[in-house]
């Protein structure tokens, strides 16, 4: 039986934090990491985008808009009903499960590619599609009216955050430059993409290794959201990529990003908007517990899933 050494790579990371050892990526080191990793996703979309009729995805792209609006909808009422969360907590956790993760995205396209499992290359335009809507609703079900003078600051914080700009950057780059455009720059963005996922990882494991501590304050609720959470995301993301006709690949990459939180450009924009949630909640959920369950358990059974459906 052979593993991947990608997941081998978080598995290390996640060890080392563990034993409480001191590895850790320099800080300039682990941004350049996410800065090419953010900018190879954007190149290869729009890449393929250079080939392809926007109207064409145009319904593809108003229905997972309308998912990132319904997903923190459902999962508000669960964390503000049954695990009794104060209102701004439970609609900040919702906004992270309603948004996406990039990291978890780049996991899935490697596990996929590994497998010769192709998707539609267009899925990048909606991991940056699924990026926004959750936001605003997580903002919305916190403060209702009283948020209305702070949109053109959410606004500004939302697009002109790192991870928008690189990844909508890296689409425009793509689809300006075409496929032969971009050739000269495949060796460190396509070429050496697993190596640099590589790398990520080694330190999102790390990382997550500092957030288990914090389950023993916040309690077996927050556990079972941050596992159950993603698997109804997850189907409904399946169901979703099915009614759209994606390929069992792309069905199962919407499945993956129906099913991952947010751990970068949400936490930006609550910190902002909604300063009385309590970001420590938001982390461990998405970053100490559904990151490592989509990457170790849960984009494999993804990808069941959207074979089942297709069957």
């Known amino acids: 039986m052979s593993f991947d050494p990608i997941l081998l790579f978080f598995i290390l990371g996640l060890l080392s934090g563990v034993v409480r050892s001191p590895l850790r990526l320099p800080p300039q080191a682990y941004e350049l990491v ?8 954007g190149l290869k979309g729009g890449v393929e985008l250079s080939s392809t009729s926007f109207m064409s995805l145009l319904p593809q792209i108003l229905v997972v808009a309308a998912m ?3 997903l923190p909808l459902l999962a508000f009422p669960v964390l503000k009903i049954a695990g009794r969360f104060p209102r701004a907590d439970a609609a900040s956790i919702a906004a992270h499960y309603g948004s996406v993760s990039v990291g ?3 996991v899935a396209a490697a596990y996929l590619a590994n497998l010769g499992v192709t998707f539609e290359a267009h899925m990048p335009l909606l991991l940056v599609i699924l990026e926004v809507p ?11 009216a009283a948020a209305n003078g702070q949109w053109r600051s959410l606004a500004h914080e939302i697009f002109s955050g790192k991870g928008i700009v690189l990844l909508l950057g890296g689409l425009a780059i793509g689809w300006i430059a075409g496929k032969d455009g971009v050739a000269t720059i495949e060796p460190l963005f396509f070429d050496a993409f697993k190596g640099v996922l590589a790398l990520f990882l080694l330190e999102m494991g790390v990382i997550t290794a500092s957030k288990l501590g914090d389950l023993k304050k916040y309690g077996f609720f927050l556990v079972i959201f941050a596992i159950g959470m993603p698997l109804v995301s997850a189907i409904i993301g399946g169901w979703l990529g099915l009614c759209l006709s994606l390929s069992v690949g792309g069905t199962a990459m919407l499945a993956t990003l129906a099913a991952s939180a947010s751990y970068i450009a949400v936490p930006a924009a609550m910190r902002i908007s909604v300063p009385e949630a309590n970001p420590s909640l938001s982390l461990t959920a998405s970053l100490g517990l559904t990151f490592p369950f989509n990457v170790l358990v849960g984009i494999p059974l993804y990808l069941e899933i959207a074979r089942w459906l297709h069957a």
């Open 68 to 70: 990132g609006l319904a």
């Open 34 to 41: 996410s800065i090419i990793l953010l900018l190879a996703i």
């Open 134 to 144: 959750a936001i605003i609703v997580g903002v919305w079900l916190a403060k209702g």
């Open 104 to 106: 978890t995205y780049a």
